[in-house]
């Protein structure tokens, strides 16, 4: 009896950490649950955190689709910089609202144009964090932002000539870009401690272009390096 007591305890304490990681209790990187009774049913919640802050810098690699083409039809690679701020929206789940403002030079290049367009940018994104045994986290993320043009320049590389890109098309006869802009925002990026990277697309829905007869969009692709603290 009192073998088979021993085997069965040993047993015991040998399953506890397959129990544990599978069940995700506990402090720990893979760990950010618990459970609780609700009559006759077993709750999970989350209890990481529900509030972080970060700062983000990167490559943007952005162009013009749609009608206005002959200015900004290529990529053109710009500068994207910024902070954010996530905050929990449930404790069920590492689920949060994700916000902030940055700066982004987007536009676009073709064989007789350069266009560059800067904007503030604000962020408005739901992410889900998906934390693992070794350390990394996974966040997909989804939503979309707003921006506003802040400055910018339509370079002619023919007639070595360069005008403001935002403003009325009727100016000096060049068809300028709106300052207001929007649309979706998909992406995936990974943590690992404080340090976070992720791969970004914007797809512009705001019609960029001031011209009656053209729709253009902008559609960006940010690869982003920071820390969250």
């Not at 709750?43 to 972080?52: A, C, P, Q, V």
């Given at each position: 009896m009192k073998r088979i007591l021993t085997l069965a305890l040993v047993a015991l304490v040998a399953a506890m950490p397959l129990v544990a990681q599978?069940?995700?209790?506990?402090?720990?990187?893979?760990?950010?649950y618990d459970y609780e009774r609700s009559g006759s049913r077993w709750?999970?919640?989350?209890?990481?955190?529900?509030?972080?802050f970060g700062l983000r810098i990167g490559p943007a690699f952005s162009h013009?689709?749609?009608d206005a083409i002959d200015y900004a039809s290529s990529s053109k690679t710009g500068l994207h910089l910024g902070g954010v701020v996530g905050f929990g929206i449930t404790n069920r789940a590492p689920v949060f609202f994700e916000t902030g403002l940055s700066y982004v030079n987007k536009g676009g290049k073709?064989?007789?144009w350069t266009t560059s367009l800067s904007?503030?940018?604000l962020p408005l994104t739901f992410k889900y964090i998906h934390y693992t045994d070794i350390g990394l986290s996974i966040h997909p993320l989804f939503g979309g932002y707003l921006a506003v043009g802040i400055d910018g320049s339509i370079k002619d590389f023919a007639n070595k000539t360069k005008v403001g890109a935002f403003g009325s098309s009727k100016e000096e006869g060049v068809d300028r870009f709106k300052r207001f802009d929007g649309g979706l925002r998909v992406g995936c990026g990974v943590g690992f401690s404080m340090f976070y990277l992720d791969l970004v697309y914007d797809i512009g829905l705001a019609n960029v272009s001031h011209n009656d007869y053209d729709s253009s969009?902008?559609?960006?692709?940010?690869?982003?390096f920071g820390v969250n603290f």
């Open positions: 599978r069940h995700n209790y506990g402090p720990g990187p893979g760990n950010r709750i999970r919640n989350y209890y990481g955190k529900d509030l972080y013009v689709s749609g073709s064989n007789y904007y503030l940018e969009c902008n559609r960006t692709l940010y690869l982003n």
